[in-house]
């Protein structure tokens, strides 16, 4: 369905929308992508009223919020949602580019800063389907269970004692699961990733 179709949707409540063609997500998403705001500001309403935020709005969000130009009440709203959707993540976790030939481990971190000394005790693959511009992060679950303790963290060529937030990092890591992590990478189809968990207590 063209996105001009969708938005249209936007102007009922969330409560109010019956999802046949499109879900209520696609009718969002088609508001926060519009180019005034408008239909965003609605979007945004849907999200207020209770419409789960996924990986793919909430960098919709983060485009609004960059939006200077835009009502700054507006962006405050998007603001606010991030900034809950955030602390509700499983911050926890590291995302795995590849395994260099000595063992170290080289990913990006995702919203949490992680201490050397902590171990990640799960494996858990991610998918990203869809178009340049239009995808979708689908949770394919838990692969395997591991105890990875973080020993040191080279990070611009220097060590460091945690893994900054949103940061590319190499990890050097002991203890059972990287012969796991290495054929679960070497596992991943087009679009796969695999991740590092730690537990909840440490995150």
Request: glycine share 8%; net charge negative.
């Amino acid at each position: 369905m063209h996105p001009p179709s969708l938005v249209v949707h936007l102007e009922s409540s969330l409560a109010e929308y019956i999802a046949v063609e499109a879900s209520a997500q696609d009718v969002v998403l088609a508001g926060l992508r519009w180019e005034a705001p408008y239909w965003p500001e609605l979007a945004v309403g849907w999200l207020e009223q209770g419409l789960p935020i996924d990986v793919e709005i909430a960098s919709c969000l983060e485009s609004i919020v960059e939006r200077t130009k835009w009502p700054q009440p507006l962006r405050h709203r998007a603001q606010a949602l991030l900034t809950v959707w955030r602390a509700k993540q499983d911050a926890g976790y590291f995302q795995v580019e590849t395994i260099l030939a000595n063992g170290v481990v080289v990913g990006r971190n995702a919203y949490s800063d992680i201490p050397v000394g902590a171990t990640f005790i799960s494996l858990r693959k991610t998918k990203l389907v869809g178009d340049l511009g239009n995808f979708q992060s689908i949770e394919l679950g838990e692969i395997a269970q591991v105890a990875l303790q973080l020993d040191k963290v080279k990070w611009f060529h220097r060590f460091i004692d945690i893994v900054p937030r949103g940061h590319s990092a190499g990890l050097y890591l002991s203890g059972t699961g990287l012969d796991v992590l290495a054929d679960a990478l070497r596992g991943c189809e087009k679009g796969e990733y695999v991740s590092l968990h730690l537990p909840e207590t440490c995150r």
